[in-house]
């Protein structure tokens, strides 16, 4: 009779957290407020509101997953553990909500705008443009297979015939020489820039002139299949440069995808211009030359044979940065299902099967010993990845400011300008609306229209209800068609942000439990 009684006694002190748990859900779901997660060793949990990370034990994570999950109190009891056993998860919990300020993040009911509420004036505009990318034509010498470019890719256009002009060019280094900024950059892009080479170098010719007052850094994405003795010396000359080149491993993988109209593959001539490129450079080439592989295939032979290539490629220098990327798929339109309901919990499920097969090969290699950080192709996207969780915000107490995701300043960090001479946020977006001519400058009414107030006021519908609203890295891609916001695309590009976070945080949590020391180095990494 008196176990009976004790555990009517507990079942009636643990009803009594129920008040604390509706309290702190104010209305909405649990799940909003951290996130569960496991490493093969530890439990662990975050909190949304402050960033802190605890190392929690196996009951008091299975009460939080549990609401987690559910967003009911009453699943607790259908949990297989005692009653002494919940009752002191719960008690756990509540000493940390009190002493730690946890589980207390507050709707977000609006977003803050970069430098605090940013709204544009044209007549004092905040913001300085400091980075200008030119669309030098929309052709392209290449028919790559996975390319955005490609009717339906992405929700970008397909290849054009039009080339920009010297006068665009000339207009946008305008915009860049009423910047302050002692720094400033100019990134060439296509199509395949070099088709325009002509337009390159007259644009570089007159920036020397125009911005002569300011340190100028050049840059070029291209596929190097272009690249002469003669262009490769003259981008050499430049003082500040780099080159970001298409290459995505051995002949027999490259040639796979990246491949001329013909069908023929590219992978001769693309070897042929780094070399060119590399002897004009000199030892700067390490540092001067990067490279993107894109993976159509990511099995672990294959990555095994494209790490070799890069590591032991005659024409690649070591230390040279790579970074790999996935094929991107076209978008899809999907309802929003919230995030920890049932719906939502089964899609990340199948997003996780067989998800970021690099990372997974990255961990295998790190852990076997096999190789270090530095010399894996996935170092760059594994060390943002890292950093994200590193760098996090982390308080005291819950945050009363939520920034605009990983939103860049408009018109203000860079601009993309089209053939046409418009001005757009970034040559990554896709469609949407113009903020501006290189005649008639940037047009802070669209800005403040289109990039705060609606994506502002469609933005809190959703981010409200996110465990990584305050570690989410995704801008404005995939929000906008041409007329205006349009967020139908983005609900699953932000369950797989929200799936690519949780591995982070486990991988993080790993490497921190083995070898903290090897995380060090990432409080120099930025991210965009």
């Known amino acids: 009779m008196s176990n009976l009684v004790k555990v009517t006694e507990n079942h009636n002190e643990i009803h009594k957290f129920k008040e604390l748990f509706v309290s702190l859900k104010n209305g909405f779901r649990f799940s909003r407020l951290g996130k569960p997660f496991r490493t093969l060793n530890c439990n662990y949990f975050l909190d949304s509101g402050t960033g802190k990370v605890f190392m929690i034990n196996e009951n008091t994570y299975r009460v939080l997953e549990c609401l987690w999950n559910t967003d009911e109190f009453e699943c607790l009891f259908e949990l297989v553990m ?11 919990i509540q000493e940390a909500v009190k002493n730690e300020n946890i589980l207390q993040m507050p709707p977000v009911e609006k977003m803050y705008s970069f430098d605090g509420e940013v709204f544009y004036d044209k007549d004092s505009p ?39 002009d010297l006068d665009t060019c000339k207009k946008a280094v305008d915009i860049l020489s009423e910047s302050t900024k002692e720094e400033v950059y100019i990134t060439f892009y296509g199509g395949e820039p070099l088709l325009r080479f002509d337009i390159m170098r007259e644009t570089i010719e007159y920036s ?9 850094f050049y840059n070029m994405t291209t596929n190097a299949t272009l690249i002469t003795e003669e262009i490769a010396k ?19 993988i490259h040639d796979k995808n990246r491949v001329y109209s013909t069908g023929t593959g590219s992978f001769i001539s693309v070897m042929r211009g780094i070399k060119r490129l590399v002897e004009a450079e000199g030892v700067k080439s390490a540092a ?23 590591r032991n490629s ?33 899609l990340c499920e199948s997003i996780m099967e067989g998800f970021d097969p690099l990372t997974n090969w990255s961990r295998g290699k790190l852990n076997s010993g096999e190789s270090d950080n530095n010399s894996l192709i996935s170092k760059d996207s594994y060390d943002k990845a890292l950093a994200r969780i590193h760098n996090r915000m982390l308080l005291g107490e819950p945050t009363q400011a939520f920034a605009m995701n990983g939103c860049c300043i408009p018109g ?53 209800d996110c465990w990584a609203v305050n570690m989410c890295s995704l801008c404005y891609i995939q929000c906008y068609d041409r007329d205006g916001i349009d967020m139908s695309f983005r609900h699953e590009l932000c369950v797989i942000n929200r799936v690519h976070t949780e591995q982070a945080l486990v991988l993080y949590h790993e490497m921190l439990e083995k070898n903290p020391e090897s995380l060090a180095h990432l409080n120099e990494i930025t991210y965009e």
Request: proline share 3%; net charge negative.
């Open 82 to 92: 005692s009653s002494e056993e919940l009752l002191k998860s719960l008690k756990e």
């Open 126 to 164: 905040n913001v300085q443009t400091e980075h200008i990318t030119l669309e030098m034509t929309e052709r392209c010498n290449l028919r790559c297979k996975y390319c955005i470019y490609h009717e339906g890719e992405a929700g970008f256009r397909s290849f054009g015939y039009r080339d920009i």
């Open 208 to 216: 020397k002139k125009k911005l002569h007052n300011k340190k100028v």
């Open 234 to 252: 003259y981008w050499a000359s430049l003082e500040h440069h780099s080159t970001l080149v298409s290459l995505d491993g051995p002949e027999w």
């Open 288 to 310: 001067n030359i990067s490279y993107n592989i894109v993976l159509s295939d990511a099995r672990v032979e294959t990555l095994d044979e494209i790490q070799h290539f890069f």
């Open 314 to 346: 005659g024409y690649i220098p070591a230390g040279a940065r790579i970074s790999a990327s996935y094929i991107n798929t076209p978008p899809k339109k999907l309802s929003y299902l919230g995030v920890g309901t049932e719906e939502d919990r089964r």
């Open 412 to 464: 203000g960090r860079r601009l993309y300008i089209t053939v046409d001479g418009d001005l757009a946020i970034c040559e990554k977006i896709g469609p949407s609306p113009f903020i501006g001519t290189v005649n008639e400058g940037i047009d802070y009414e669209k800005i403040n229209k289109h990039y705060i107030i609606d994506f502002m006021n469609e933005a809190t519908k959703y981010c409200n």
